[in-house]
């Protein structure tokens, strides 16, 4: 007689009070473990690159001044523009460069925006760049 023999072709105990674990929870239990939860985003987050803002000198803000103007006076009727401008990181120092394309509604010197026709609000001070296309 080997080992366990008295035991090998029993029938297999259910129990009648626990239902049996699904085979997926099973394997769950066998999945490595994050000890570090979260420290793979902060990584993530610490290797995302961001870009610097861009100073204009007082030549490249006339520029900029007399595009707007003609993008003011165009209206709302007038081509489209695209609008380069600068939008800050809400995590980290620095940000990103984002181009918006539309008409131009109007300029609320009240809270010193742009207005484009599609509702969108582009800080004056954010602007770097405006061309008609």
């Not at 570090?36 to 690159?49: F, K, N, P, Q, W």
């Not at 990181?89 to 131009?104: I, N, P």
Request: net charge negative; with cysteine; proline share 4%.
């Amino acid at each position: 007689m080997t080992a366990y023999e008295d035991i090998l072709h029993l029938p297999h105990h259910v129990s009648a009070r626990h239902a049996q674990m699904p085979i997926a929870d099973r394997a769950a239990q066998f999945a490595p473990f994050a000890a570090l939860t979260g420290y793979g985003d902060v990584i993530r987050e610490t290797r995302r690159m961001t870009e610097r803002r861009i100073e204009l000198d007082e030549y490249e803000q006339a520029a900029l001044n007399e595009a707007l103007c003609e993008a003011l006076r165009a209206g709302a009727d007038g081509p489209e523009w695209e609008i380069t401008y600068f939008q800050p990181d809400a995590k980290k120092s620095g940000g990103a460069y984002v181009m918006a394309v539309g008409r131009v509604r109007r300029l609320d010197e009240e809270t010193g925006t742009l207005c484009l026709i599609d509702g969108t609000k582009l800080s004056l001070s954010e602007i770097t760049k405006v061309q008609q296309l």
